[in-house]
């Protein structure tokens, strides 16, 4: 795709797919972190770096100011850590949001029309359903149970007064 200048075209889906496995992401996997592999491949080298072909047509970056040449790009680095530390970031969130999700549910089905709405909306109506159900057959439990206790409490009051 040119852009409006008649400029260079971006990447192509190949390239992005290749770089994104270069750097350690899986392009499935990590498919809403791709777009750091996009601008890898659009970023301009830093200050002081220049690219270069060796005799094999190999490219190669060289940096005068400190007389380092480089197989790789100077971000490389720079790209696969932001992508380990997004990554880290987003399997952190996830976990959370696991153990927050039963508490979500017990809330949500306690709570006003419009949490449950949006609750429907981010889970789905079923699984609506099903959490409300298993809150449902947990409270029932717990009556049941309080029951029972206030059944025993009066037997055992009932004992005494006759002991």
């Known amino acids: 795709s040119m852009d409006d200048n008649g400029g260079e075209a971006g990447p192509s889906a190949t390239e992005i797919v290749d770089y994104a496995r270069y750097i ?10 791709l777009w750091i592999a996009e601008e890898a491949l659009c970023a301009s080298l830093p200050e002081g770096w220049t690219e270069h072909t060796d005799a094999a047509g190999n490219a190669f970056y060289y940096n005068a100011g400190s007389g380092v040449s480089s197989w790789e790009h100077p971000l490389d680095e720079y790209y696969r850590s932001l992508f380990l530390k997004l990554k880290k970031i987003l399997i ?36 609506l359903d099903d959490a ?24 055992w009051e009932e004992l005494e007064r006759f002991s």
Do not use: T, W
């Not at 350690?24 to 972190?33: F, H, K, S, T």
């Not at 409300?132 to 947990?138: E, K, M, R």
């Open 132 to 155: 409300a159900a298993d809150i449902q057959a947990v409270y029932r439990g717990h009556l049941v149970r309080l029951k029972v206790r206030e059944e025993s409490i009066k037997q």
């Open 92 to 127: 952190d969130n996830r976990a959370a949001s696991k153990v927050n999700e039963s508490a979500l549910a017990l809330q949500c089905a306690l709570r006003c029309q419009r949490a449950r709405r949006v609750f429907r909306r981010l889970l789905g109506k079923k699984r």
């Open 24 to 33: 350690g992401m899986d392009p499935i996997g990590d498919v809403n972190l």
